[in-house]
């Protein structure tokens, strides 16, 4: 019986999240600071309102990239566990029905 479930690529996409796609947006933490450092000096030299939409945009930019890092770990950590319960739901029905 063949398996449907491949527990090696789905692990793939999780090693693949990790390696390519939380380096960039963790990559932010070193820019977005310095963007919020801008924020200061841009209240004395433009229309107040153009200043604090800018430092409202840096700070919801900074937290998005913060929680979207965190839920591509999740991700990863979630798509581990799948691959392991399927492999465990594997064995179990391969025992019971006197396999290996």
Do not use: K
């Amino acid at each position: 019986m063949g398996r449907v479930f491949d527990a090696a690529f789905v692990r793939q996409v999780g090693a693949n999240i990790d390696a390519n796609v939380v380096p960039v947006l963790e990559s932010t933490d070193a820019i977005l600071p310095e963007l919020s450092a801008v924020d200061r000096g841009l209240h004395a030299s433009v229309a107040l309102p153009m200043a604090a939409s800018y430092t409202t945009a840096v700070s919801a930019a900074t937290e998005s990239m913060a929680a979207a890092a965190e839920s591509f770990r999740r991700m990863r950590e979630a798509l581990d566990g799948c691959a392991q319960d399927m492999e465990d739901a594997d064995e179990a029905c391969a025992r019971s029905f006197g396999g290996e």
